[in-house]
């Protein structure tokens, strides 16, 4: 699956495993997100139509949460903590470096497809602050040099 293409029979599987149930709304987008990654724009639609709402209501609910996606994600998603230890320990200077070195602001993806940058508010390594978490694996007192070490032997790693 390329970054443009999502699987539309996930889709289809999500709506009708959970149409039925109380609510069922944000289930679905969860499991549509979960399947591909994102909430593509084009299931919007079939979505409105399992549950009998309008676009604009489902298209609401998505853009309410920052959690939602409606493009592709990168191969790795970088989630920086915002929270107010982090921010205590100067990680606005750190989003600032991180968003010029990457060229993208948060929800974005960068131009290679390889990182997509998210807030977070709060991932419980507070006594490490400021921190990051690049898919899984969290990291602590980070610097702009510490971060560029870590983005640098990701791509060593890729190449």
């Known amino acids: 699956m390329t970054q443009t293409e999502w699987d539309r029979d996930a889709v289809t599987e999500v709506i009708e495993q959970k149409k039925s149930m109380p609510g069922a709304l944000l289930p679905i987008l969860h499991g549509i997100q979960d399947r591909n990654g994102f909430i593509p724009e084009d299931a919007v639609p079939q979505i409105a139509k399992a549950l009998n709402l309008s676009r ?3 298209h609401g609910v998505i853009s309410f949460y920052h959690y939602f996606r409606t493009t592709p994600p990168g191969k790795r998603t970088i ?3 915002r929270a107010e230890s982090c921010q205590a320990m100067n990680s606005q200077a750190l989003e600032a470096h991180i968003q010029a070195r990457l060229g993208i602001g948060y929800h974005e993806t960068t131009a290679d497809g390889t990182f997509s940058l998210e807030p977070v508010y709060c991932l419980g390594n507070c006594a490490c602050s400021p921190s990051m978490m690049i ?15 870590i983005i640098n032997e990701l791509k060593e790693m890729a190449a």
């Open 135 to 149: 898919d899984h694996e969290v990291h602590g007192r980070i610097t702009p040099q510490s971060f560029d070490a």
């Open 79 to 81: 989630h920086l903590c």
């Open 56 to 58: 604009a209501e489902v």
